[in-house]
């Protein structure tokens, strides 16, 4: 079942969600939306995005989920910039794997208010720094959720990951 001559490539995939509420910035992908009457419920600083991503990183590896590492729980969290977290993220994949190399990431971030595609060049910009990738490796996508699930933003992220 297993043959360890193969190269290591490895899908990840993960998800976050966070409830909207008034008197909160609205943070994706480490940019915050300017023109968001909501912003995420959340003891962090509720980036689904960047959470996605970290879950989806830690996926690859079978390293369980950001709120291993990060629990809700703990004071020291507080307002944490997500930033942190990705960052914290891709050193355990260094440290596990000898010339990490990630060929591509995407996601979809699904919320109804507002429209985010006048922020996507910022928000794919800042992921591909914050991940030390070009930014034609990152690509996102929004979706409303028709209606559906206004109470809440949503992301699910899936990436590649390989050794250089
Ligand atoms: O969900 P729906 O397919 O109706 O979204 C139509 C388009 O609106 C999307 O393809 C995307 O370009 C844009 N959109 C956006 N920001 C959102 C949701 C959707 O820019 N928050
Ligand atoms: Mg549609």
Redesign the pocket.
């Known amino acids: 079942m297993t043959d360890n001559t193969l190269p290591l490539l490895r899908i990840g995939f993960g998800e976050d969600a966070h409830a909207l509420v008034a008197d909160r910035p609205l943070v994706i992908g480490g940019i915050t939306v300017p023109d968001s009457p909501r912003g995420a419920a959340a003891h962090s600083d509720g980036d689904v995005l960047l959470h996605a991503l970290a879950d989806a990183l830690l996926s690859t590896l079978s390293l369980g989920d950001i709120g291993h590492y990060f629990p809700p729980s703990d004071p020291q969290h507080k307002d944490l910039d997500s930033a942190v977290i990705l960052k914290a993220v891709w050193q355990m994949v260094e440290e596990r794997l000898q010339r990490p190399h990630l060929y591509n990431v995407t996601a979809v ?10 922020h ?1 060049e910022a928000i794919s910009s800042n992921v591909a720094a914050l991940l030390g990738l070009p930014a034609e490796r990152v690509g996102i ?6 209606g559906l699930a206004t109470d809440h933003v949503q992301a699910r992220a899936t990436l590649l990951l390989g050794q250089a």
């Open positions: 971030v699904t919320l109804d208010v507002p429209k985010l595609g006048r996507r996508t929004f979706k409303t959720s028709e």
